[in-house]
Antibody, heavy 117, light 110 residues
Framework: QVQLVQSGAEVKKPGASLTVSCKAS????????IHWVRQAPGQGLEWMGR????????LYAQRLQGRVSMTTDTSTTTVYMELRSLRSEDMAVYYC??????????WGQGTLVTVSS | QSVLTQPPSVSAAPGQKVTISCSGS????????VSWYQQFPGTAPRLLIY???KRPSGIPDRFSGAKSGTSATLGITGLQTGDEADYYC???????????FGGGTKLTVL
């Protein structure tokens, strides 16, 4: 079945960088974009950006421009999301999701990121 | 500030029907597909509706989606206590060239 499996929880200090991985399986990896969405504690969903695994082309949310990077490794069908200069406001659960023409499905299980000094 | 607007909460009795609204603009709902997601506490969102009104396999036909102009609606019939969750609408925004979600609606089945 189509599945996205993310890396485990992270604890980071303010100013540090974060990398979360998302391994895809069960479908043709280069046929669908992978999107990243985060959810701060008790808050709603925030779209962060997406990557096209076939070309490596990216599109980022404007408010994260300059701090976020998304890359892909087609040999391992894995997508990576890096977020730099972490702040307390970046504390959230981070999700990857496969992009379909009209929605996101499936979603990874989520990666909890704690930012604390 | 969410791109799309949803009511914070809705409630209804078991067996009844409930609708959740999602309001946007010409650059998102008015132009692009709407999707809906169900999220239980501590779990990842699950796709309920895509392309405005289509259900993925495994989603019961108690869930339905509709769209008119710059607004969309999720309908749930035959409410069950297991439907208590947060529900989010989503749509691409062509002006922002970015994905967008509603703020989420908490469904309580009384």
């Amino acid at each position: 079945q189509v599945q996205l499996v993310q890396s485990g929880a992270e604890v980071k200090k303010p100013g540090a960088s974060l990398t979360v991985s998302c391994k895809a399986s069960g479908y043709s990896f280069t046929n669908s974009h992978i999107h990243w969405v985060r959810q701060a504690p008790g808050q709603g969903l925030e779209w962060m950006g997406r990557i096209d695994p076939s070309s490596g082309g990216t599109l980022y949310a404007q408010r994260l421009q300059g701090r976020v990077s998304m890359t892909t490794d087609t040999s391992t069908t894995t997508v990576y999301m890096e977020l730099r200069s972490l702040r307390s406001e970046d504390m959230a659960v981070y999700y990857c999701a496969r992009g379909l023409p009209g929605g996101f499905d499936p979603w990874g299980q989520g990666t909890l990121v704690t930012v604390s000094s | 500030q969410s791109v799309l607007t949803q009511p914070p909460s809705v409630s209804a009795a078991p067996g009844q029907k409930v609708t959740i609204s999602c309001s946007g603009s010409s650059s998102n709902i008015g132009t692009n597909y709407v999707s809906w997601y169900q999220q239980f506490p501590g779990t990842a969102p699950r796709l309920l509706i895509y392309e405005d009104n289509k259900r993925p396999s495994g989603i019961p036909d108690r869930f339905s989606g509709a769209k008119s102009g710059t607004s969309a609606t999720l309908g749930i019939t035959g409410l069950q206590t297991g439907d208590e969750a947060d529900y989010y609408c989503g749509a691409w925004d062509s002006s922002l060239n970015a994905g967008g979600f509603g703020g989420g609606t908490k469904l309580t089945v009384l």
